[in-house]
C-alpha cells in the first residue's frame, strides 16, 4: 500500500504573525496584518499633474505678450529694417477694472490703504482706545 502523508501541525496565529512580519521585513513589503486600508496602491501609483500640465498648452495673457515683447525688443528692432518700435497690446477689460477702481476710490469707496507701521493701524488705536465698547 502507498505511505501515508504525515500531517504537519498547524502554527498557531501568533507564529503566523511573525512569519508575516519577518517575510514584510525582507522583502520590504507592508507589513498589515489587521488588512486595513492604507492607500499604498494610490500612493504607488505614477503622478497624474505633470502629464497633465504638459497636454494643454501655455496660456497666453496680454501682460505676458507685452513681457516677451519688452524682453526682446532689441531682437524685434534687428528684425525690423524700418527701425520701428515694438507695439504692445491693451487689455480693455484690465482698463475698464482700473477706471472703476479709480472711480471708486475718488468716491471714498475703495479699499483702504494698508498700514505700514503698527501706530497707523486701526487694531492698535482700538487697543490703544480702550478695548471693547459696552
Avoid: C, H, W
Amino acid at each position: 500500500m502507498a505511505a501515508v502523508a504525515q500531517r504537519l501541525p498547524v502554527p498557531s496565529r501568533g507564529r503566523m504573525l511573525q512569519l508575516l512580519q519577518t517575510r514584510s521585513e525582507i522583502f520590504q513589503t507592508a507589513f498589515n496584518p489587521k488588512s486595513l486600508r492604507t492607500g499604498a496602491k494610490y500612493l504607488r501609483a505614477r503622478l497624474r499633474g505633470p502629464s497633465m500640465v504638459q497636454y494643454y498648452p501655455p496660456r497666453l495673457s496680454i501682460p505676458r505678450v507685452n513681457g516677451i515683447i519688452a524682453n526682446n525688443a532689441s531682437l524685434f528692432r534687428s528684425l525690423d529694417p524700418a527701425g520701428m518700435e515694438p507695439v504692445y497690446f491693451t487689455d480693455e477689460v484690465e482698463e475698464q477694472r482700473l477706471a472703476d477702481v479709480a472711480a471708486l476710490q475718488f468716491r471714498g469707496k475703495g479699499k483702504p490703504k494698508k498700514a505700514r507701521t503698527p501706530e497707523e493701524s486701526r487694531r492698535a488705536k482700538k487697543k490703544s482706545a480702550g478695548g471693547k465698547k459696552k
